[in-house]
């Protein structure tokens, strides 16, 4: 799958691009896998059952499963995303959650660096704009713009209660465009970009990809740093086992750069293990 150019300028112009139905025929076969991770990690959160009462994260995600891991080979993501990032995209890394509760407005990110990085979501239920489906303001990734720059003084991070105290709105009313989504479904905005849900169940199942654009070698220190964020998940490589493993030429071509820099993780993990009581949920 490519993009067309219409494609390439909504994305450009709006920082999302959705795609019914491009997995419907394996919607099934995509939930089994999910649950069956899950299920090899003790259910929830840190390997426990999950609660219903708090989101249940796991980092990384996709890599623990063979069929999974191979998402990342099939030409309806890799094409559209090496249209978006180049050929030699870097993969950054997966998540999979059972949601509680709302997520408030935020990006993933703003401006934190100069390589683009971009997020694909799989819903693996029925979501609608009251139970959790993906919220986003279309074009409030634009760096430097000052409505964009706006929108991220009054909404920074998802931790933030701005939205109420500067605008006196919850933010569910925030103006925005709901995504709404069926399993089998592929939704795909860039990092920057504004974006929330509210509503829905205390299971909500949801996994995502996400990509970078490759570094370039005066930039690895910035790419070393980036590499680290896993270290609040207690991710000890930036893959899993199964991922690197079943990695063909093409896949391991958007691996080797942050396999190649990931040596100083199981010393921040060591660390980290000793500050937290679990990883982190988001």
Same mark, same amino acid.
């Given at each position: 799958?490519?993009?067309?150019d219409q494609q390439l300028a909504?994305?450009?112009?709006?920082?999302?691009?959705?795609?019914?139905?491009?997995?419907?025929?394996?919607?099934?076969?995509?939930?089994?896998?999910?649950?069956?991770?899950?299920?090899?990690?003790?259910?929830?959160?840190?390997?426990?059952?999950?609660?219903?009462?708090?989101?249940?994260?796991?980092?990384?995600?996709?890599?623990?499963?063979?069929?999974?891991?191979?998402?990342?080979?099939?030409?309806?993501?890799?094409?559209?995303?090496?249209?978006?990032?180049?050929?030699?995209?870097?993969?950054?890394?997966?998540?999979?959650?059972?949601?509680?509760?709302?997520?408030?407005?935020?990006?993933?990110?703003?401006?934190?660096?100069?390589?683009?990085?971009?997020?694909?979501?799989?819903?693996?239920?029925?979501?609608?704009?009251?139970?959790?489906?993906?919220?986003?303001?279309?074009?409030?990734? !634009?760096?430097?713009?000052?409505?964009?720059?706006?929108? %991220?003084?009054?909404?920074?991070? @998802? /931790? &933030?209660?701005?939205?109420?105290?500067r605008l006196g709105i919850d933010?569910?009313?925030?103006?925005?465009?709901?995504?709404?989504?069926?399993?089998?479904?592929?939704?795909?905005?860039?990092?920057?970009?504004?974006?929330?849900?509210?509503?829905?169940?205390?299971?909500?199942?949801?996994?995502?990809?996400?990509?970078?654009?490759?570094?370039?070698?005066?930039?690895?220190?910035?790419?070393?740093?980036?590499?680290?964020?896993?270290?609040?998940?207690?991710?000890?490589?930036?893959?899993?086992?199964?991922?690197?493993?079943?990695?063909?030429?093409?896949?391991?071509?958007?691996?080797?750069?942050?396999?190649?820099?990931?040596? !100083?993780?199981?010393?921040?993990?060591?660390?980290?293990? %000793?500050?937290?009581?679990?990883? @982190? /949920? &988001?």
């Open positions: 799958m490519t993009l067309s909504f994305f450009e112009t709006f920082g999302y691009l959705t795609f019914p139905g491009a997995f419907a025929d394996e919607a099934e076969r995509i939930a089994d896998e999910f649950e069956r991770v899950w299920a090899d990690h003790g259910g929830g959160h840190n390997r426990q059952a999950h609660d219903h009462e708090r989101r249940s994260a796991l980092v990384p995600f996709i890599d623990q499963n063979e069929y999974l891991s191979a998402l990342l080979d099939d030409p309806r993501v890799d094409g559209v995303v090496s249209a978006l990032l180049g050929d030699d995209y870097n993969y950054t890394g997966s998540d999979g959650n059972f949601y509680v509760g709302d997520t408030r407005w935020h990006s993933d990110g703003f401006a934190r660096s100069k390589y683009r990085s971009i997020k694909i979501a799989f819903y693996l239920d029925p979501v609608t704009r009251d139970s959790g489906c993906l919220r986003v303001i279309p074009g409030s990734h !634009h760096r430097g713009d000052d409505y964009a720059e706006s929108l %991220q003084r009054i909404m920074p991070s @998802s /931790r &933030s209660a701005s939205v109420q105290e933010g569910r009313d925030v103006p925005d465009l709901a995504l709404e989504s069926q399993p089998g479904d592929m939704v795909l905005f860039i990092h920057d970009l504004k974006h929330a849900s509210f509503g829905g169940g205390t299971r909500r199942r949801m996994f995502t990809i996400n990509m970078s654009e490759r570094f370039r070698d005066d930039d690895i220190d910035e790419l070393r740093e980036d590499v680290a964020t896993l270290v609040r998940f207690w991710a000890e490589r930036a893959y899993g086992d199964v991922m690197i493993r079943t990695a063909g030429p093409r896949r391991m071509r958007h691996l080797e750069q942050r396999l190649a820099n990931d040596d !100083h993780l199981p010393e921040l993990v060591r660390q980290a293990r %000793q500050e937290m009581i679990e990883p @982190s /949920r &988001s």
